[in-house]
């Protein structure tokens, strides 16, 4: 597999194969967080596309002081959180009211959503009801498996930040499936 | 969060999970969930797609940027003219026409150079250089 510095090095001399292959290599990674953070199939692969056309214009800057993917994701939250600003999506933190969860919890019917085996699907939808700065440190650690210090450098958070939104992040999850499982058992 | 929270995120993270009891459970069904990747897949042709529109934006780029020395050098051409014209207090007349009259096969034979070699640049030069 060629190394990230000779494929920067060839983009930046004009080959569109090379091009090619860095989108090949790091569209899941864009995918799975322009994803998380946008909601319409339509949206997510132009903001992807504007990911890399982006990619693509910058290359030149990109100093090789962390891994191409961080340098690429960086990017990719940045075009994502701007994406929601102008669409004037709330960025606020977690929401501790009880609300957050009615819908998943009280409004739905547990019994049918059991027998679909939907547990996972409700904590997934749940996932989506996060502010967006939690879903990334959420996707970045738990499926591009990024480290605290490779997350911070993407989202400009201190690493204990990072750390501490993991947890509170994973805890509210787990009070919410316990309490969604805590109804199934009274049924 | 309490350190019992902390303690059973920790040990999932490091993958080696010993605890037991409902928070263990359910906290295993929001890891299992957590791994699962989003839905949403980029069409496969997405970079094939993307190095196109690349390409096509740098041969947009690159007739902007050769109008852009074309009008300049025209625009340069006109001022030279001009300051020329005034230096030199040059009085345009027909007199230049008449004296290409007497050679109109000189005349011919310069015009059709001058073609033969902008359509080689084109047909031939132009095709070699994008190789």
Known sequence: MIDDRALVSRIMSGDKQAFRLLIKQHERLVAHMVSRLVDRNEDREELCQDVFLKVYEKIS???????????????AYRMGINHLRKKKIELSDIPEEESFTSHFVSDSDPQESMENNEIETMTLKLIDQLPPHYKTILTLYHIDQMNYAEIGEVTGMPEGTVKNYLFRARNLLKEKVKKYLGKEQLL | MNDKDEDLQQQFDRGDFHAEGIEAQVYQKVFDALKREPEFTLPVDFADRL??????????????????????????????????????????????????????GLVSFGTAFILLLNWIDKKIIRKIEAF
């Open chain 1, 61 to 75: 800057l990109f100093s090789f002081q962390s891994k191409l993917s961080t340098w690429i994701a960086t990017i």
């Open chain 2, 51 to 104: 190095v196109t529109l690349v390409e096509e934006k740098e041969r947009v780029r690159e007739i902007s940027r050769d109008n852009f020395w074309l009008g300049l050098g025209l625009f340069s051409m006109v001022i030279t003219l001009i300051v020329a014209f005034a230096l030199t207090e040059f009085k345009l007349s027909v007199g230049i026409f008449q004296f290409f009259s007497g050679y109109p």
